[in-house]
DNA sequence: CGGTATGTTCGACCATGCTGAACAGCGGTC
DNA sequence: GACCGCTGTTCAGCATGGTCGAACATACCG
């Protein structure tokens, strides 16, 4: 672990959770070092374009360059380049929003924001992040994973977002043991009171889950009686048409029908 | 300068530039490193989750923390805020798509991208980037930057992207000189064939442009006798309340009506 | 099976990164 | 206007961390 480099991405992570911008001081404090080491860091990074300084207050802020690499990497995404095609052809099918999704250490980020066909102002999400217990596109992916991986996340803290936000690692494994047997995973209000989700794994060529696609909206809708399997349905065949375009061997992770 | 989170940067960049992904004997190559360096560097950045490794070809690519990185700083950034319910009242008035861009490094890069409403499929830019020169967008901004900045722009090569781009020092100054005295650029085919725009500057609260806005589309159509002065003037118009809501001083670097 | 090219590991060396101390500038208070 | 507190910035000495040559392990190809 090169040191220097560890601790300029530890001060892009700082500046990057909250705060719009924040001062020498404040990000030497928060991450236990000197001043001149911090401003030396940072006029590295501001000379790389990853970040700016506020001429006027003197405080530094993420800079142009991230959102360029974000782009690029999202260009270079081959999940969300296969999937894009399927999620709007699902989001017309199933009239709802579809999300495809990769996992980010303890939480799952949306790469590709389907809005629902017809709807009025809609947030696009790409970039967002959710804890990945909380949400159907994080279990879809975590149940499929080997089992010394779900246990290194299942032994990390996991956050309430809601009053119904599973948190104890056996009723988490349940649910990732639902997922697992089904196929699809499927959340209610555990990220946002009011939301669902219903995702379903991809994998890649190595039969590895490299991502998740699923539908997320209002609980009511999506959980009906009569929408639920219809809609779990759909994402599911969906993501396996997307696992073949990556390659993924037939029935690779995903349960046989 | 510190080197080895230069170098660092220097990897993220080379990874975020076309190819999807690279291995280490081929970054060593671009970067003029020794293979060991570069695969510290790399292994650092894996750690941090702004690099990942393709296990089965032993490659290397941009990973998920970028896009989050990405993301933070449109979250961030207070001109992107303050635009967001403008770019969209003006794509609406003028029914065209607006964009809002800010200058990284010899680029300007758009932070937001108001789709033309009742269009079929677009493709959505945040993050792209085109050469300042090339761009209405980019126009705007440094022609209301100190002359300083202006000349160590203009003495970077400037690319030519079709048969209309400007490429010489004179042109460009000519171009940045009627952008000053109108307060709004205008971009006939520079970047694309067949697409023009028109933008002006948004300046903040020390009087300094800090990204421009403007519209893009098909040259035929904004660039109509009877088109141009009524988008230039809603433009402009919606520049300088964007200044406005950003603290701008009065005519604070626009000219006065 | 041999050759080639890759990613990875190891350890010696020295160049670089780190930090305490000090300074410059700014805003607030009296 | 003087003083104080706090910030970002600069400097130089020192210790450590980063670099890289050499070697190795692995995979692929003919």
Redesign the interface.
């Given at each position: 672990?090169?040191q220097?480099?560890?601790r300029?991405?530890?001060i892009?992570?700082e500046?990057?959770?909250g705060?719009?911008?924040l001062g020498v001081t404040e990000l030497a404090s928060r991450l236990g070092l000197a001043k001149p080491t911090v401003h030396?860091?940072l006029?590295?990074?501001e000379?790389?374009?990853?970040v700016s300084q506020d001429?006027?207050t003197g405080r530094y802020?993420?800079?142009?360059?991230?959102?360029?690499?974000?782009?690029?990497?999202?260009?270079?995404?081959?999940l969300r380049a296969r999937s894009m095609l399927r999620a709007r052809a699902l989001a017309g099918q199933l009239d709802e929003v579809v999300w495809v999704g990769?996992?980010?250490?303890a939480e799952v980020?949306v790469?590709h924001h389907e809005f629902r066909p017809g709807d009025g102002v809609q947030i696009?999400e790409?970039?967002?992040?959710i804890p990945w217990h909380a949400s159907a596109l994080g279990q879809a992916i975590v149940a499929f994973l080997p089992d010394g991986e779900v246990d290194g996340l299942l032994s990390r803290p996991l956050r309430a977002l809601t009053g119904r936000t599973r948190t104890t690692p056996e009723a988490v494994r349940k649910a990732l043991a639902s997922a697992f047997d089904k196929g699809v995973a499927v959340e209610n209000q555990e990220a946002n009171v009011g939301d669902a989700g219903i995702a379903a794994p991809v994998f890649d060529?190595?039969g590895?889950p490299v991502g998740s696609i699923g539908v997320v909206g209002p609980a009511d809708r999506l959980l009906q009686r009569q929408s639920k399997p219809r809609l779990s349905r759909a994402v599911l065949d969906t993501a396996r048409a997307i696992s073949r375009d990556l390659g993924a061997p037939s029935h690779g992770g995903h349960r046989p029908s």
């Amino acid at each position: 672990m090169i040191q220097s480099v560890d601790r300029a991405a530890r001060i892009l992570h700082e500046l990057g959770s909250g705060s719009p911008s924040l001062g020498v001081t404040e990000l030497a404090s928060r991450l236990g070092l000197a001043k001149p080491t911090v401003h030396g860091l940072l006029r590295t990074l501001e000379q790389c374009g990853l970040v700016s300084q506020d001429i006027a207050t003197g405080r530094y802020a993420l800079g142009p360059g991230v959102l360029q690499l974000g782009n690029a990497y999202l260009a270079g995404s081959e999940l969300r380049a296969r999937s894009m095609l399927r999620a709007r052809a699902l989001a017309g099918q199933l009239d709802e929003v579809v999300w495809v999704g990769v996992l980010a250490e303890a939480e799952v980020m949306v790469v590709h924001h389907e809005f629902r066909p017809g709807d009025g102002v809609q947030i696009l999400e790409v970039g967002a992040t959710i804890p990945w217990h909380a949400s159907a596109l994080g279990q879809a992916i975590v149940a499929f994973l080997p089992d010394g991986e779900v246990d290194g996340l299942l032994s990390r803290p996991l956050r309430a977002l809601t009053g119904r936000t599973r948190t104890t690692p056996e009723a988490v494994r349940k649910a990732l043991a639902s997922a697992f047997d089904k196929g699809v995973a499927v959340e209610n209000q555990e990220a946002n009171v009011g939301d669902a989700g219903i995702a379903a794994p991809v994998f890649d060529h190595s039969g590895r889950p490299v991502g998740s696609i699923g539908v997320v909206g209002p609980a009511d809708r999506l959980l009906q009686r009569q929408s639920k399997p219809r809609l779990s349905r759909a994402v599911l065949d969906t993501a396996r048409a997307i696992s073949r375009d990556l390659g993924a061997p037939s029935h690779g992770g995903h349960r046989p029908s």
